[in-house]
Each structure stands twice: as C-alpha cells, then as structure tokens.
C-alpha cells in the first residue's frame, strides 16, 4: 500500500526522483499513464497488469468505454530506475499534467499520483472534508 507525500524537483531532462519507500513496493520498472484530476497515476506492473483485464473486458461498442481505455492506454508508458532513483517523465505527460519544476507524488493505496505543485495546493484542499466524509458513509466508509 502506497502512503505518504512527497515533494521533487524535476530537472532540465524531465527526470524526477521517486522516494525509496515507493522504489521498494514499485520495483525496477512500473507503469506511469494519465490520470484523472489532472495528474498521473503512476502503478506497479501487477495492479497495472490488473487494470488492463478491466479495460480489455469493457464492450468495444460502447464509446465512452472505448474513450476511457484510450485515456489510460494511449498515455500509458514503462518507467525504469536509474542508479540516482529518477525515472524519465515523458514530455506528453508532464504537459499533461502541468509538471514543469515541482512535483509531488503522493501514495493513494494501490498507485501513486504525480502532481505539478501548484495544482496539487489548488486541488487538495481540505475545507469540505466534513461534507465528504457524510457522503463516504453510503460507500461502506
């Protein structure tokens, strides 16, 4: 299970460090791919492995299915470790998710997020978390 935030700088190459509490659940290699919010979703190869059944299984006639496994397919990309603990963010997916100097990564269970800074502070605040919490009690929370 994925926890904890984290804050990095990514360099001139598009590489950014991944702190070693995830190298050590993600392993030498893993997936990285868009994701929703405005930020990537980073996973390790089996959960990933997973989250291609679900998407091979959706009904190719069904259009937003087809759209939705698009999204996450398309932009979907393997990430290696190099000797320093950086992986190479590709430039579509740092456009994407608006990444240019920081980054945070933070663990969200079964995958990382990767966030530009400044749309991680705009999107994660935290003043309706009363209202929220009402509402997770109809999700077995």
Not at 10 to 18: E, L, T
Not at 52 to 71: D, G, M, Q
Not at 81 to 90: A, S, T, Y
């Amino acid at each position: 299970m994925f926890m904890g935030e984290y804050n990095h700088t990514v360099d001139a190459k598009g590489r950014v460090i991944v702190p070693s509490k995830f190298r050590e659940q993600l392993g030498e290699e893993f997936v990285v791919t868009k994701g929703l919010d405005g930020c990537l979703f980073v996973y390790e190869n089996t959960e990933w492995k997973a989250l291609e059944e679900k998407l091979h299984a959706l009904p190719l006639t069904n259009a937003n299915a087809r759209k939705f496994s698009r999204f996450f397919l398309a932009g979907a990309t393997t990430c290696e470790v190099d000797k320093q603990g950086r992986i190479l963010l590709p430039a579509v997916l740092r456009d994407f998710a608006g990444i240019d100097k920081d980054a945070v990564l933070v663990g969200v269970g079964s995958r990382i997020e990767i966030w530009s800074k400044d749309n991680w502070n705009q999107s994660n605040t935290y003043d309706d978390m009363e209202e929220i919490a009402e509402n997770m009690e109809g999700l077995g929370i």
